[in-house]
């Protein structure tokens, strides 16, 4: 069984051999460009040579006037057409995506004098027919003019994507990748690295069905493409910003200080050729401070033992400084360094990473801001890509990653630090600022680390004009680490004592899971069909035990039939994906596509708690034990289809609308498991479900100086519970427990986006985007207490609009690139977007009890972040 050979301590090496042997998979980042040359009488032209300029680059035309050209890095080219007795042609600016093709077909005339040259400046079409889903390319022009500073920025511009909700799916469904590899943390599904839009080439945002090379994701896929160096001049660029936030006191005490700085973003990047023949490189920094917007006054000290009453207004200890709550600061940077090893083969190094340090603002903490926690994240991502191309036709790609995530959230590392015994737990007077906290420091303590081994090889080989076929594999394997690094018993008088050696809630939980995937894929071209087909399998072993028998988990039971550990199922799953297009016309095309896409649930909530000692004396009753953890969870499953019509109305107008349909099982919920003698306990399973239907209409418009960029999405998000965990607090609540359906949270039915943008080459540029987004559905409250709810999630929030603006000004001296930009988030000082409401009134600003709510009224950090104003320069070009 090859997931057993995973648990030895030769696994990596096994892995690394097996894949050089089989040449199997990695997602491709790299692109193609692909046609047909003919003559003026409508016939091809054999043994044409096509050559990206400046490169080595290119291929000859076959007997039926058909080229291909493989493995070409995202960017724009320039593409020499040339044949004897014919004049030559000169394409510019052919765009390439990763895993795209380029079409380019073209009319080559007889040459009249030797030497003719025409040069053509393409254009790159408003909407791609062959396109058999939907698909959001952006690259690093059109990003630069954009409102944005960050990846998920970028991502949630697009259509049908909801604050990182793609189509109604839950968080955690997307698949998030640099340059086609895996960056998730399975811990939690996220990504474990955030990547700043100034070392990004390209992005590519797959919101509806995707390819079978693409896995471990039920709603989408998003893949960063990051520069590279050049191989003949030195680059650098470099950008400074700063700004501050700026909003109503009346909801954001303190923020009318004049404050300048208080965001500082420096970034600063070089590349070039190095001193070994064929060898470029890339080093990229980025240095951010954020203060943030929300504040507290250090009226005491963590280490206060001054008593409570009148003498915390007499001997208030602390300095009286106005201290933010809510910062963020973060050093990110890259580093890679390409080499070409022969003409067929390429060897490339890259490390991504960042360190921050951020604040979580606490109201109650406000007069003792020093006893807040400050959450640290180190997080890398790094390792080797290798291709080799066999002929003009078939090429290979290896790649081994290291995914390095460490996260603390504690306010000593050490638990035994004599600072928690000083200052112990948080502590109060009711009759003080509504019980604010003004001793004492949080005793809370988690950590979570990943490390995880990823090795990742495809197979490209493009049998003909008509079949481009891949195959791939991926292996991965995972050291997991979360938990409390030990807690604190609190005892009488606020004493505390730490508890490091506890079985039955184990301080820190460790896994070691292994993954397993295989795909293949074929890509069918023809002039009159698109066919995108693949299956791909999955295979995961979480590689652990459970209890054999659940009626009776620890043998607490006397004389009821035993339990033994037993190992983890090995868990299957088989994918098929289909995709067509169907041209109507030469700029117009109808799509459809379909497709199984499976997903293991966050490692989080499988490991969390699955320490079933804990369920010794459940048969007494009175302790609550939380729901059980559960490594022997199935994926969760998602069936989607999709169909719509892409089409180019007019040379600067194009049109993409589709409808989709998301059927959504297995998801992770809470099931009631029975012992022999009827106690109950609650424990993750594969029993929650849920539907999204949908639409999405875009409109773009592009002109030399104009764009317009408008996306409308409808769509209805129905399911079981929004949160794995609903079901077990409604139990808890004395609610009704039964399945239904109901709107999920993030049910926002109407979703505008409207980018205009006003832009002169080498000039100016001016870019407004308005979001416009119907309420999210919230539990309304019909009387106070006594469970006066009605049905969850049966009311709806207020409808909100949100505009964000970027003006930049460009220099140019000699070949330096100088500029000057403003940049404005939140523009009209908006203070609320589907975020926190009171449920007797459906609104953030005002509640039917305003005493009983006071703190939450005067609690700033319900309200959505307000105006952010920034102005910035930057400087590049050419070391000469």
């Known amino acids: 069984m090859f997931l057993k050979i995973l648990k030895s301590n030769h696994f990596i090496l096994k892995s690394v051999c097996l894949l050089l042997i089989f040449n199997i998979s990695f997602s491709d980042v790299k692109g193609k460009i692909s046609g047909k040359i003919i003559n003026q009488k409508n016939e091809p032209v054999i043994g044409v040579n096509i050559v990206l300029t400046g490169t080595?680059?290119?291929?000859?035309?076959?007997?039926?006037?058909?080229?291909?050209?493989?493995?070409?890095?995202?960017?724009?080219?320039?593409?020499?057409?040339?044949?004897?007795?014919?004049?030559?042609?000169?394409?510019?600016?052919?765009?390439?995506?990763?895993?795209?093709?380029?079409?380019?077909?073209?009319?080559?005339?007889?040459?009249?004098?030797?030497?003719?040259?025409?040069?053509?400046?393409?254009?790159?079409?408003?909407?791609?027919?062959?396109?058999?889903?939907?698909?959001?390319?952006?690259?690093?022009?059109?990003?630069?003019?954009?409102?944005?500073?960050?990846?998920?920025?970028?991502?949630?511009?697009?259509?049908?994507?909801?604050?990182?909700?793609?189509?109604?799916?839950?968080?955690?469904?997307?698949?998030?990748?640099?340059?086609?590899?895996?960056?998730?943390?399975?811990?939690?599904?996220?990504?474990?690295?955030?990547?700043?839009?100034?070392?990004?080439?390209?992005?590519?945002?797959?919101?509806?069905?995707?390819?079978?090379?693409?896995?471990?994701?039920?709603?989408?896929v998003v893949n960063a493409i990051l520069k590279s160096g050049d191989a003949e001049k030195f680059f650098y660029s470099s950008e400074i910003y700063f700004g501050q936030y700026s909003g109503d006191i009346a909801k954001y005490p303190f923020i009318k200080r004049f404050r300048p700085t208080a965001i500082l973003n420096e970034q600063f990047s070089i590349s070039g050729p190095t001193i070994i023949p064929n060898t470029t490189f890339l080093i990229s920094f980025r240095n951010l401070n954020d203060e943030g917007y929300l504040f507290g006054e250090r009226r005491f000290s963590p280490f206060d033992t001054m008593g409570t009453g009148s003498d915390l207004k007499k001997y208030p200890s602390g300095d009286n400084k106005i201290v933010s709550m809510g910062f963020f600061n973060e050093l990110s940077g890259q580093g890679k360094i390409s080499t070409k090893l022969s003409e067929k083969m390429q060897l490339s190094y890259q490390i991504i990473f960042n360190q921050s340090r951020q604040k979580n603002y606490s109201y109650a903490w406000r007069f003792n801001p020093d006893g807040l926690k400050e959450p640290q994240k180190n997080s890398f991502v790094h390792g080797f890509d290798f291709t080799h191309t066999i002929s003009n036709s078939l090429f290979y790609n290896l790649s081994f990653r290291e995914n390095y995530f460490d996260y603390e959230d504690l306010m000593y590392e050490d638990i035994n630090n004599p600072k928690y015994y000083e200052a112990r737990g948080g502590s109060s007077d009711p009759n003080y600022e509504d019980a604010a906290v003004v001793q004492g420091v949080d005793l809370g303590r988690f950590i979570q680390k990943t490390d995880i081994y990823l090795l990742k090889s495809n197979l490209n080989w493009q049998i003909n004009s008509i079949h481009f076929l891949k195959f791939g594999a991926e292996i991965q394997t995972a050291k997991i680490e979360f938990g409390a690094p030990g807690y604190f018993n609190i005892g009488t008088g606020g004493n505390i004592s730490p508890i490091t050696q506890d079985t039955l809630n184990a301080a820190v939980v460790t896994t070691r899971p292994n993954w397993l995937s295989l795909y293949v894929q074929d890509k069918v071209e023809l002039p009159y069909l698109t066919i995108r087909g693949g299956f791909r399998t999955e295979i995961f072993d979480a590689n652990t035990t459970i209890p054999g028998n659940l009626a009776n988990p620890v043998n607490a039971i006397p004389n009821a039939p035993t339990s033994s550990p037993k190992n983890t199922k090995i868990k299957y799953s088989l994918a098929p994906r289909l995709g067509i297009s169907y041209p109507l016309t030469d700029k117009s095309a109808l799509f459809f596509s379909y497709g199984h896409f499976y997903q293991y649930p966050s490692l989080g909530n499988l490991f969390s708690n699955s320490n079933y000692n804990v369920l010794r004396y459940l048969q007494e009753g009175g302790i609550s034990y939380g729901v059980m953890g559960n490594p022997d969870l199935n994926p969760e499953k998602t069936i989607q289809y999709e169909f719509g019509y892409k089409g180019t109305i007019t040379e600067n107008f194009g049109l993409d609308v589709s409808l989709f349909f998301k059927d959504i099982r297995d998801l992770l919920g809470v099931e009631f498991v029975s012992t022999y003698t009827s106690a109950e306990y609650a424990r993750f399973s594969n029993i929650d479900f849920g539907n999204v239907t949908g639409t999405t209409f875009a409109v773009d418009y592009r002109s030399d100086l104009f764009s317009i960029s408008i996306d409308y999405t409808f769509q209805l998000a129905l399911g079981n519970s929004s949160d794995p965990r609903e079901t077990a607090n409604r139990a808890a609540a004395g609610e009704d427990p039964r399945p239904r359906v109901i709107p999920l949270s993030w049910d926002q039915r109407h979703t505008l986006n409207f980018i205009t943008g006003m832009n002169k080459e080498n000039d100016y540029s001016l870019t407004l985007i308005t979001k416009l987004q119907s309420g999210q559905p919230y539990t309304p409250e019909i009387t106070p207490g006594f469970n006066g709810e009605i049905e969850s999630n049966s009311g709806t929030k207020s409808s909100s609009i949100i505009s964000d603006f970027r003006g930049e000004k460009y220099f140019k001296i000699g070949e330096k690139e100088f500029s000057t930009f403003l940049r404005i988030t939140n523009l009209f000082g908006a203070h609320f977007s589907n975020g926190f409401v009171f449920a007797n009134t459906g609104s953030v600003d005002y509640s039917l009890n305003p005493y009983i709510v006071r703190t939450v009224l005067a609690d700033p950090s319900r309200y959505l972040s307000p105006r952010k104003i920034e102005f910035g320069i930057s400087l590049s070009g050419v070391i000469n």
């Open 56 to 220: 080595t680059i290119g291929t000859v035309t076959d007997i039926d006037g058909n080229f291909v050209i493989l493995n070409i890095s995202p960017n724009q080219y320039n593409l020499r057409i040339s044949g004897v007795g014919y004049t030559t042609k000169i394409l510019k600016n052919i765009s390439v995506n990763a895993d795209q093709s380029t079409i380019v077909n073209e009319i080559l005339t007889e040459q009249i004098i030797e030497g003719d040259e025409v040069i053509v400046i393409a254009t790159r079409p408003i909407v791609d027919i062959r396109q058999t889903s939907s698909v959001a390319i952006m690259d690093s022009k059109e990003i630069k003019t954009l409102p944005v500073q960050e990846l998920n920025d970028i991502v949630n511009l697009q259509a049908g994507v909801v604050n990182g909700h793609f189509r109604g799916g839950r968080l955690g469904e997307v698949q998030y990748q640099v340059d086609g590899v895996s960056i998730n943390n399975p811990y939690d599904n996220s990504a474990s690295i955030r990547i700043d839009k100034s070392i990004i080439q390209e992005v590519q945002v797959v919101s509806g069905t995707f390819d079978a090379e693409y896995g471990q994701a039920m709603s989408g």
